[in-house]
Structure formats: structure tokens, C-alpha cells
């Protein structure tokens, strides 16, 4: 019963939130960027949730500025509590700051966060992590802290 609560307000976050919001409302991981992540971020993003065994809901991805408008610290910290997803990855300073706001408490860049119980992997920049196969390993040692 209360799983099928959860999937009703997922799927009104998605519905509220749908320019900004994509993704499964049962999805495990919540990415939250600034901009829209690139291709290849996404999808190291993909293959890391599946390495992590987060199931087989696909990511669910928060851009903060959407090509409908912006959101904002409100918005996202009701999008986190409505989605309930079981960890966070924040993929920019930009998103980290507004994550902050909603929930009232520091975080830290490039380190894994405790967020009213969730862990969160909170990236400065993880699109620039994408460049090279030393900063894509940094990249995946923070992100295996999702653990």
C-alpha cells in the first residue's frame, strides 16, 4: 500500500515538474544539474547506477533550468521528497548551492553528503570530470560512495 503513496506522489512531481523533471518516479538516483547534462555525462551516469545495482528504474534527472523556466529552492526540495530517491547526485556548484538552500545545511563539493538521511554524491563540476580517464576514475571513486 504505502509504495503505491510513494508512486502517486512521484508521479505528480513528474507531472508538476515535467519540463524539469524526467525520469521514472520509483528511480533510485536523482540527478540534479544546473543545465542540461551531455550525453556522455548522462550515460556514464546510467552505467554507474547499474554498477551500483540502484535496479532497473532508469535515473531520475532534475535540470535545474529547464527550457521552461527555472526552479528553485522550494521547487527542488519538494521535487527530492516527492521522488524519495534512496541517493542524490548533484552534478554542478550551481545545483549544489540551490540543494543547499532547500534543505538548510552545508554541503560539501566533490564529497559524499548526508542529506535528512540520503546520501549524496555532490560534484563541483562533473560534466569537466568527463574529459580525461584520470578525472573519469575521480569521478567514479566519489560516485561509489553511493554505496
Do not use: C, H
Amino acid at each position: 500500500m504505502s509504495s503505491n503513496m510513494f508512486e502517486v506522489t512521484g508521479e505528480s512531481v513528474l507531472t508538476l515538474y515535467g519540463a524539469n523533471v524526467t525520469g521514472a518516479p520509483t528511480s533510485a538516483l536523482l540527478v540534479i544539474s544546473q543545465t542540461a547534462l551531455s550525453e556522455t555525462a548522462l550515460s556514464a551516469l546510467e552505467k554507474s547506477a547499474a554498477s551500483l545495482e540502484f535496479g532497473a528504474a532508469p535515473l531520475a534527472v532534475l535540470t535545474v533550468e529547464g527550457s521552461e523556466g527555472s526552479v528553485g529552492a522550494e521547487d527542488v526540495r519538494t521535487i527530492v521528497e516527492g521522488l524519495d530517491p534512496v541517493t542524490l547526485v548533484v552534478a554542478d556548484a550551481f545545483a549544489a548551492e540551490l540543494l543547499s538552500a532547500a534543505y538548510r545545511v552545508p554541503v560539501t563539493l566533490d564529497a559524499p553528503n548526508r542529506l535528512l538521511g540520503r546520501t549524496a554524491v555532490i560534484f563541483e563540476d562533473f560534466e569537466a570530470l568527463m574529459e580525461t580517464t584520470e578525472t573519469k576514475q575521480r569521478a567514479w571513486a566519489l560516485l561509489k560512495k553511493l554505496r
